[in-house]
């Protein structure tokens, strides 16, 4: 009998230890999905000529992101600045599209939206829901390029560095960006009680 409650509290505490670690990885997973805000820009088809002025659209929009964006120092601030300059950056990128000869136009919205798994170098972007400065151009079609705006990692990938600067990640959000096998089953876990209405 001893011995069954023994293995029945040792169970327990397994359970116990188990739960105890998703939950902080839970924790670091939203904190890590709140404090990001992404670009998403949607070309309008897939032709050379549309993925090609997609990318100049890019590129405008990240040469004047300092002007946009200047003195936000954190997502919330970006957050807000992005939703009161949507004019401004519809502006820019409908200015790129008529300078190239095209004749459809861009469409800005800032939207809370589901990403995949994205690969950024040797960090790997976990699947989930994001807020998202979302610039559409045309029909919308084609092949989209992402990155992300805060952290302020969109520059240097941009333009062909090859250095990221993580400091703006803790220790752990570093951790789960890294190694996304090592975390794979949790998120896999987190994925179905979410599915079910278990966890927000």
Request: glycine share 4%; net charge negative.
């Amino acid at each position: 009998m001893k011995l069954k409650i023994d293995i029945a509290l040792l169970i327990g505490l397994i359970i116990t230890l188990a739960l105890s670690d998703f939950t902080a990885f839970k924790e670091n997973y939203d904190d890590l999905q709140n404090d990001v805000l992404r670009m998403h820009i949607l070309a309008n088809s897939d032709s050379e000529q549309d993925q090609s002025v997609k990318l100049k659209v890019r590129d405008a929009l990240l040469k004047a992101s300092d002007e946009l964006f200047e003195g936000c120092n954190t997502q919330e601030e970006l957050l807000s600045k992005a939703k009161t300059a949507k004019a401004k950056i519809t502006e820019i990128a409908n200015k790129v599209l008529k300078e190239n000869g095209f004749d459809y136009t861009a469409t800005v919205e800032v939207v809370n939206m589901h990403f995949d798994d994205r690969v950024y170098e040797d960090i790997t972007m976990p699947a989930g829901e994001y807020e998202a400065l979302r610039i559409t151009l045309g029909e919308a079609s084609g092949h989209n390029w992402w990155c992300v705006m805060y952290p302020p990692l969109c520059l240097p990938y941009a333009f062909g560095e090859n250095e990221m600067d993580i400091q703006y990640f803790t220790a752990e959000e570093v951790d789960i960006l890294k190694k996304p096998q090592k975390y794979h089953a949790k998120f896999k876990f987190l994925e179905i009680l979410r599915k079910y209405g278990i966890v927000d």
